[in-house]
Every structure is written in C-alpha cells, then in structure tokens.
C-alpha cells in the first residue's frame, strides 16, 4: 500500500489545516488508520488514530482541536486541524496498519507561525 499525504501549509496561530492521506489500495481491511507527527529535534509521536469500527484515539496535547476521520470509497484519512498552535509545528505522516508491519506515507510539512 503507498501513502500520499497532502494538505500541510504555512498557517498563523489559530488558523486550520486538513490534511488528507490517499491509499493507492484499499484500506477498510486495516485495523487501524492514523497520523504521526515529528517535530525538529524530537521524536515521531501520535497524534490521533481511527480503528475500523469508528473509535478513535487523540493525544491529550490535540484533543479538541483535532479530528480523524476516514473516506473508505475514497480510501483515503484525513486530519481536521483547527485553533493551531505553534507548537503543532512538525512534519505530519499516515499510516495504516498495526506495528510492525504498518505502511506510512511520505510526510507532509505543517508550519504554525506566532
């Protein structure tokens, strides 16, 4: 499976952003879909994920400001971003699948600036 994520940009504080992560195959038959992030200097973290029954999962750092969804006609997640913050800053990556064998796209670059 090939991950394309898009949607990253430069956004001022508060601003939105979506991104969008496109499967090149199916994805319902994942158990479970979500975003990464990695900012400069730091390690990748989760940021939020979908399982294949609907529930969802965000970090305590992006709950209520951020939204997961998934399009399985369009095989395709998304992250719904609202009320940025600088500190979100940091290069955003899919991924499909359960450790160790997930898929990951290739990243997509968010920029918040104060």
């Known amino acids: 499976v090939q991950l394309q994520a898009s949607g990253g940009g430069l956004v001022q504080t508060g601003g939105s952003l979506r991104l969008s992560c496109a499967a090149s195959d199916i994805i319902f038959s994942f158990t479970r879909m979500g975003w990464f992030r990695q900012a400069p200097g730091k390690q990748r973290v989760l940021v939020a994920h979908?399982?294949?029954?609907?529930?969802?999962y965000y970090a305590d750092s992006v709950k209520g400001r951020f939204t997961i969804s998934r399009d399985y006609a369009k095989n395709t997640i998304y992250l719904q971003m609202n009320s940025l913050k600088p500190e979100d800053t940091a290069v955003y990556y899919c991924?499909?699948?359960?450790?160790?064998?997930?898929?990951w796209g290739q990243g997509t670059q968010v920029t918040v600036s104060s």
């Open positions: 991924t499909v699948g359960l450790p160790p064998t997930n898929y």
């Open positions: 979908i399982s294949n029954s609907g529930s969802t």
